[in-house]
């Protein structure tokens, strides 16, 4: 089975602070997303990497970084967290993008991490 | 742009009952169509996919989804409600070629005893 594994389930910071959401999958995939979760919004995508070293923004990049020194390893940054920044982080990966014409495209993910930033 | 809208953010149903989840979708080309999955807790895993083949599709736990070009609607649905269907339901949408898969808002399906 493709595991997905996010370090930190639950994490409490201060405004200001730097953040690291980290995010390891054991497959192999290509790809690996950040979305991010909240009520009455559903998934919003904020970064994808489709290589190593590469990355590209997605809908709200707006007060996040990514790096993918690694294939496997895809981490989240908060350069400086502030309050409307907490909320559920979900982790993803897939083999191929999921428009890929011979693929299912389907993203593993992983069970979240909950930020709050006080 | 590509979009999905789920109508209904909350959906209950007595078990046993038929389930019916809304999904409308948005393309200016062909879609791939996507329906996950979110138990509490728990992140997200793909029920059923739509790519351009069979238009009814059928995924896991008895669920199926039927992609309805003249309506723009990919609506989940399965015949018998079961108390642990209790979730989120995602529906998702992207294109041949694309790298990003643009998620609905969610509906939380609610199954009374």
């Known amino acids: 089975d493709v595991k997905v594994t996010q370090s930190s389930r639950y994490l409490v910071k201060r405004t200001g602070e730097k953040v690291f959401l980290e995010c390891v999958q054991d497959?192999?995939?290509?790809?690996m997303f950040w979305y991010r979760q909240d009520p009455g919004l559903g998934l919003r995508l904020i970064y994808f990497?489709?290589?190593?070293?590469?990355?590209e923004k997605g809908d709200i990049p707006e007060g996040y970084s990514v790096s993918r020194e690694k294939k496997e390893r895809f981490s989240l940054i908060l350069e400086s967290a502030s309050t409307n920044q907490t909320s559920m982080y979900l982790c993803?990966?897939?083999?191929?993008?999921?428009?890929?014409?011979?693929?299912?495209?389907?993203?593993?993910f992983g069970e979240g991490s909950r930020l709050t930033v006080l | 742009a590509q979009s999905v809208t789920q109508l209904g953010s909350h959906v209950s149903v007595s078990e046993g009952a038929l389930v019916l989840l809304r999904c409308n979708y948005s393309?200016?080309?062909?879609?791939?169509l996507f329906w996950y999955v979110q138990y509490p807790n728990q992140g997200l895993q793909l029920l059923l996919k739509?790519?351009?083949?069979?238009?009814l599709v059928k995924g896991i736990n008895g669920f199926e989804a039927e992609f309805k070009k003249s309506e723009t609607s990919f609506h989940l649905t399965k015949p018998s409600a079961h108390m642990s269907d209790a979730a989120e339901y995602f529906c998702?949408?992207?294109?041949?070629?694309?790298?990003?898969?643009?998620f609905g808002t969610g509906t939380r399906l609610l199954v009374s005893p």
């Open positions: 998702a949408v992207t294109k041949m070629g694309f790298q990003k898969l643009v």
């Open positions: 990497s489709y290589d190593v070293k590469m990355k």
């Open positions: 993803a990966s897939s083999l191929i993008s999921p428009g890929h014409l011979t693929n299912t495209g389907e993203l593993f």
């Open positions: 393309s200016s080309v062909p879609p791939y």
């Open positions: 739509y790519t351009s083949a069979a238009t």
């Open positions: 497959m192999d995939h290509e790809n």
